[in-house]
């Protein structure tokens, strides 16, 4: 049955009467500023928002990154919020290109915990923000367009005020009109006026002003339109950054964003893949780099695509869809043989300092950190499913995602020298060498758990090409203490993750481990394996059989 469209229930958004626009005549030349709302819009869209370890953690990542404007807190929010800034400023933990950002309503009370978190900071943007649509005018406020425009203008006049008391502090202000997407284009330009008239916009001490699409309600050029309108009738345009910062309700925030920037944004504001509340923020990582492959430098490091990936997951809770442009595990993982060959091909004629030109793939893999993995699809002859299939439906062995794609790449090696078809025991047997081989520079031995509580030693017995040491380690549980133990080896190693599972029944099951590991410093991911009657046991084996894998690439 067909979706029906309830009679006058929905209107459509009025497009912008601008018959002599330019946008669409124009190229992007360079990244915009950019603004990681990551810490505040992102954190209030989480089922469980960040602490403070947490906060810090993802502030530092953006940093590293190469953020320079950093929205990290609505201080007037929470204890926890205004916290959070302190710890920032009296750490000293704001790197000295970095500007941080707090967000406030328009409201007097709030205004003045906000400028009180920011005490001692060296430079800092207060972003002060008001809804201004009709809807919300009516059915919010029950204000009049004078009335709005005054909640703007006192806010912005006691800010103003309270930086004269904070004179160690360079301020800049930002203002959203927030549902500015819904606002009429006169009122909005005339309350953009009234802002920067009051904190008193020039060229040197610019303000910013940021025109949201709270909820994405329309085409993205008539997005762009509205913020062209803008961008030509801005009489103090000199003195103005102009802001955007498109959400995703209608799934086009990207290209809202880079039709905003053509048509005269100066800067984005967003969240690292996509986070933010309903649909999420326009997604900086798509942005930044959908601006790369078009030759454009993004500013931005995205150069270990998964550490970063792997990192926002873990401190936010969320999962990054394996479809997911340039982000996800399988975007660089063709299951059709057809795009496989032509891949291959390719690839092969790839010269190294061409330009990039190599079918289905639009950005070199291994600027991301990333490899071509090519996943291979076993046909119905020999077990009616693809690797992972075979193995969990044979063996029991539910593998990680990103350990299916690791395995299938020695697959394609063993199918390119012995053929087209692999069965499951041959599969298993290939699995077993790769993974779970005993015959290897470095053998698991023995173990020895020593100490409780929140600290655990451990004693190791491996072999190390063919001599047997003892190593000992401590770490708050068995496998840390293990890499601990494993340094005094020379061997240094960064876990990225650790899975486990039950194969068998009863007292007949067997515990299988696995552990994602790179060498420190080094760019290479890879798992190990383990398998044994005992769990942690298995762990040992798992680690042992990553440092094999690491040390033979």
Known sequence: MMLALPKNKYTATPRVNLPDRIWPNRGLIAAPVWLSTDLRDGNQALFEPMNVVQKMQLFKLLCAIGFKEIEVA????????????RALIEGGHIPDDVTISV??????????????????????????????????????????????????????????????????????????????????????????????????????????????????CAMPNVYADQIEWIHRNLVCRDSVVLS????????????????????????????????????????????????????????????????VMREIEAITGLVVPPRHPYAGDLVFTAFSGSHQDAIKKGMAQQAPDSLWSVPYLPIDPADLGRSY?????????????????????????????????????????????????????????????????????????????????????????????????????????????AVHALQSAAIHLQLHSFEEQSVGEGAQATACAYIEARLRHGRVDTYGAGMDANSVTAAMKALISAVNRLSGN
């Open 244 to 307: 955007i910062h498109p959400h995703n309700d209608r799934g086009t925030a990207v290209a809202a964003a880079e039709l905003g920037m053509l048509a005269g944004a100066d800067r984005v504001e967003g969240c690292l893949l996509g986070n933010g509340e309903r649909t999420g923020n326009v997604d900086i990582v798509t942005l930044a780099l959908n601006l790369y492959t078009q030759g454009i430098a993004p500013n931005l490091d995205f150069s270990d695509i998964h550490a």
């Open 373 to 481: 993995d090519s996943v291979i699809r076993v046909n119905s002859q020999s077990g009616k499913g693809g690797i992972a299939w075979l193995l969990e439906n044979h063996y029991g062995l539910s593998l990680p995602r990103r350990l299916q794609i690791e395995f299938a790449a020695q697959v394609q090696k063993h199918l390119d020298v012995h053929g087209k078809e692999i069965s499951a025991e041959a599969l298993w047997t290939l699995f077993s060498q790769q993974y779970l081989q005993t015959d290897q520079p470095y053998c698991y031995v023995s173990h020895r758990l020593t100490g409780d509580g929140a600290v655990q030693g451990i004693q190791m017995t491996v072999q190390c090409h063919g001599v047997k040491q003892v190593l000992t380690g401590e770490g708050n549980g068995p496998i840390a203490a």
């Open 103 to 216: 967000l406030t309503q328009a409201r007097s009370s709030l205004i003045t915990r906000t400028m009180a978190s920011l005490r001692g900071a060296r430079r800092s943007i207060v972003h002060v923000y008001h809804a201004t649509s009709p809807l919300f005018r009516e059915r919010v406020f029950a204000l009049n367009r004078e009335q709005v425009k005054a909640m703007a203008v006192d806010a912005v006049t006691q800010i103003h005020a309270l930086t004269i008391q904070q004179p160690e502090t360079e301020w800049v202000l930002e203002y959203s009109p927030e549902t500015f997407n819904a606002t009429e284009l006169d009122f909005a330009l005339e309350i953009c006026h009234a802002v920067a008239a009051a904190w008193g916009a020039t060229p040197v001490n610019r303000v910013i002003l940021n025109l949201p699409a709270t909820v994405e």
């Open 74 to 85: 609505f201080p007037a929010a929470s204890q926890t919020e205004f916290d959070f800034v």
